[in-house]
């Protein structure tokens, strides 16, 4: 990937990892989700993106920025497990259950959620942060960076 590629997959990380966020708050507020975020922290799109074997995103970022990404966005996965929980849960189906449809999420719950939530978007900013350095770092870098295996 050459420098401009590189900058425009950064960007388009964070818009995927943004959306993650917006579907989030959606389905706090009450709004129904098809298709929650994966709870694996490489089968998101973000996370799709950060392990790419492809994009050298480590060679050309340097293992502490790379690691600082990584990190975060692990911790963010932990941190999203606690909402996927409360949300997407498979359900017990009980009696009543069986009959008059899915279990309803409790309005204490839901204000967990919350308090996850808040959490999860700390988590968000810092990873953001990242990814603008990141950005920043990869903006001062020659364009011969991007090429170096292409011409081993």
Not at 33 to 54: H, I, M, Q, R, S
Request: net charge positive; charged share 30%.
């Amino acid at each position: 990937m050459d420098k401009t590629k590189t900058l425009e997959s950064i960007q388009n990380a964070r818009r995927a990892h943004e959306a993650q966020m917006s579907k989030i708050k959606a389905t706090i507020d009450g709004d129904k989700v098809n298709n929650p975020t994966a709870v694996a922290k490489t089968k998101c799109a973000f996370g799709k993106w950060l392990y790419d074997d492809e994009n050298h995103l480590r060679d050309i970022l340097g293992s502490l920025f790379y690691d600082k990404i990584e990190v975060l966005h692990a911790k963010w996965h932990n941190e999203y497990f606690k909402l996927f929980e409360i949300f997407f849960k498979e359900q017990k189906k009980g009696f009543f259950t069986k009959i008059f449809g899915s279990a309803k999420i409790t309005e204490m719950e839901v204000d967990r959620a919350k308090l996850y939530y808040s959490e999860l978007e700390v988590t968000t900013q810092e990873l953001l942060k990242a990814l603008g350095s990141s950005e920043r770092r990869i903006s001062a870098l020659p364009e011969s960076k991007f090429y170096w295996r292409e011409n081993v």
